[in-house]
């Protein structure tokens, strides 16, 4: 039990779609990245929120974004939808720190058709 | 360009056998992490390091800075242990906390 959570647990969409994902951290936990994880590949970093603010963001166009909550929840938003955005969505939370111990949600399965 | 790479990227072991999997990386970090994935894609950390070593029951993580090297130990292992184990690193990068993942290392433990 890492104490964040996500929802919902799977979903299925169709190309051209918008998907809402949510993560809720831990209190106290200021850092949440998202991840996307296709089938059999490591995760790759989409973006980052520290204190309600983007902090980085990687190799993913404009139609990802993301917004963080001064509550400690978080929400993944993936516009018009593709087929290869099917895949495991994950967050992780940490109090900051590079140093710090990441915890994991559960993990969103998008699946696009 | 910043990569992390696992090895072996499967392994198949029996029950009790000692399992070392391995990381390596490219450049500097952070802090170098230990994850384990189970079917159904719930991530669970196992290692934070920085340097040195780690224990924790049967799991032992060991990194070497200045090779750029890391390895994860199971010792007496068991069925429950199979899953998938990923090494990240949090490079030293402007995005605080960011991690870069290997593909993961799949054990499979038979009795």
Same mark, same amino acid.
């Given at each position: 039990e890492t104490g964040v959570t996500q929802?919902? $647990?799977?979903?299925?969409? $169709?190309?051209?779609?918008?998907? $809402?994902?949510?993560? #809720? #951290?831990?209190?106290?936990?200021?850092?949440?990245?998202?991840?996307?994880?296709?089938?059999?590949?490591?995760?790759?970093?989409?973006?980052? /929120? /520290?204190?309600?603010?983007?902090?980085?963001?990687?190799?993913?166009?404009?139609?990802?974004?993301?917004l963080q909550f001064p509550n400690y929840s978080s929400e993944l938003n993936v516009n018009a939808l593709e087929l290869d955005d099917s895949a495991l969505y994950l967050c992780a939370s940490s109090p900051g720190l590079p140093t710090d111990t990441q915890y994991f949600g559960p993990g969103t399965r998008l699946t696009v058709l | 360009k910043n990569e992390v790479e696992q090895s072996p990227q499967n392994l198949t072991a029996q029950e009790g056998e000692f399992i070392t999997i391995n990381c390596s990386y490219s450049v500097?970090?952070?802090?170098?992490?230990?994850?384990?994935?189970?079917?159904?894609?719930?991530?669970?950390?196992?290692?934070?390091?920085?340097?040195?070593k780690k224990k924790h029951g049967r799991l032992i993580a060991t990194i070497n800075i200045?090779?750029?090297?890391?390895?994860?130990h199971i010792t007496a292992s068991h069925p429950r242990d199979s899953a998938v184990y990923i090494c990240a690193v949090s490079f030293l990068d402007p995005i605080r906390s960011k991690l870069t993942f290997g593909t993961g290392t799949r054990l499979q433990v038979t009795l």
């Open positions: 929802s919902p $647990t799977h979903l299925i969409k $169709t190309r051209g779609q918008q998907v $809402t994902l949510r993560c #809720s #951290s831990q209190s106290g936990h200021n850092t949440v990245s998202w991840y996307q994880q296709a089938l059999g590949q490591g995760p790759q970093f989409i973006f980052q /929120y /520290y204190r309600e603010e983007e902090n980085g963001r990687g190799n993913f166009p404009p139609r990802f974004s993301g | 500097g970090i952070s802090a170098l992490h230990w994850l384990q994935q189970h079917p159904g894609g719930g991530i669970v950390s196992l290692f934070m390091l920085s340097s040195g200045q090779e750029k090297h890391s390895s994860l």
